[in-house]
C-alpha cells in the first residue's frame, strides 16, 4: 500500500523555539495532505488541510500563524510550529490523499512533540 | 459530516471474533464508511472501507445495514496484535478528496 513519511518521530525543543515536521509521500504524488494533533488519550483533531500549491486550510481555533503549512511539492507538506510553548507538546500526525481521489487517506507515524 | 457513535470499550478473547459496532444514524446517500484503527503511539492504519455492500478483505469484514444507519467491523480471528482504538468514521469525497474527522473511538483490548 502506499506509503507516508513522517519525520522526525520524536523531538524535544526549549519553549521559544520553532520546529519543522516533515511529510512525505514516498510513491504517490499527494495532492492534498491533512495534518492532525493528538493529545494523550484523546482522539485526533484536524488542524489543517494542505492543497499542493495552495495556501492550507485551517480548522477552527487552530491559529494559522502558530501553525505554519507549506505544501510546495506534491511528495512534501510541512508543518512549522513557531515559538512552542509547553501547551503545543503533543503527537502530530499527517496523512495523504492521492491524485486520483483516492477513497482512503494514508498516515504518516506520527511526530511526538514536547516542549520544555 | 455525519457523526459516529461507538462504545468507549470493548474485550475479545485471542481467536475469537471481535464485533465492532457503530451507529450513523445521520449518514447521507453518498458519505462512505470507514475504519482506521490505531495503535498506541502510532499513526492511524486502513483497515477498510464500504458504502452500500457488505466489503472483505485480508484485516477484516464490514457489514453494513440496509438502512446504512449502522454497521458492524468484524475482525475474524482476534489477535494481541489487534489490541487498538478503532474508529469509525462517516465522510464523503469533495474537491477531489474526502476529510476525516475522529470521534472517540472503540478502544479494543484482545486478552490471551
Known amino acids: 500500500g502506499a506509503v507516508v513519511s513522517q519525520h522526525p518521530s520524536r523531538v524535544i525543543c526549549k519553549s521559544g523555539t520553532s520546529v519543522k515536521i516533515e511529510c512525505r509521500s514516498l510513491d504517490f504524488q499527494a495532492t492534498t495532505m491533512f495534518w492532525y494533533r493528538q493529545f494523550p488519550k484523546k482522539s485526533l483533531m484536524l488542524m489543517a488541510t494542505?492543497?499542493?500549491?495552495?495556501?492550507?486550510?485551517?480548522e477552527q481555533g487552530v491559529e494559522k500563524d502558530k501553525f505554519l503549512i507549506n505544501h510546495a511539492s506534491l511528495t512534501l507538506s510541512t508543518l512549522t510550529v513557531t515559538s512552542a510553548h509547553p501547551e503545543d507538546s503533543s503527537f502530530y500526525i499527517c496523512s495523504a490523499v492521492g491524485r486520483m481521489g483516492n477513497e482512503k487517506l494514508f498516515f504518516g507515524s506520527g511526530t511526538q512533540l514536547s516542549v520544555l | 459530516d455525519a457523526k459516529t457513535t461507538q462504545p468507549p470499550s470493548m474485550d475479545c478473547a485471542e481467536g475469537r471474533a471481535a464485533n465492532l459496532p457503530c451507529n450513523h444514524s445521520t449518514i447521507s446517500g453518498n458519505e462512505y464508511v470507514y475504519w482506521y484503527r490505531q495503535i498506541h503511539s502510532q499513526g492511524p492504519q486502513y483497515i477498510i472501507h464500504?458504502?452500500?455492500n457488505n466489503e472483505t478483505n485480508e484485516m477484516a469484514s464490514l457489514i453494513i445495514t440496509e438502512d446504512r444507519k449502522s454497521s458492524t467491523l468484524i475482525l475474524p480471528h482476534a489477535t494481541l496484535r489487534d489490541t487498538a482504538v478503532y474508529y469509525c468514521i462517516v465522510s464523503r469525497v469533495s474537491g477531489g478528496y474526502n476529510k476525516l474527522i475522529f470521534g472517540a473511538g472503540t478502544r479494543l483490548a484482545v486478552h490471551p
Open positions: 494542505s492543497n499542493e500549491g495552495s495556501k492550507a486550510t485551517y
Open positions: 464500504g458504502l452500500k
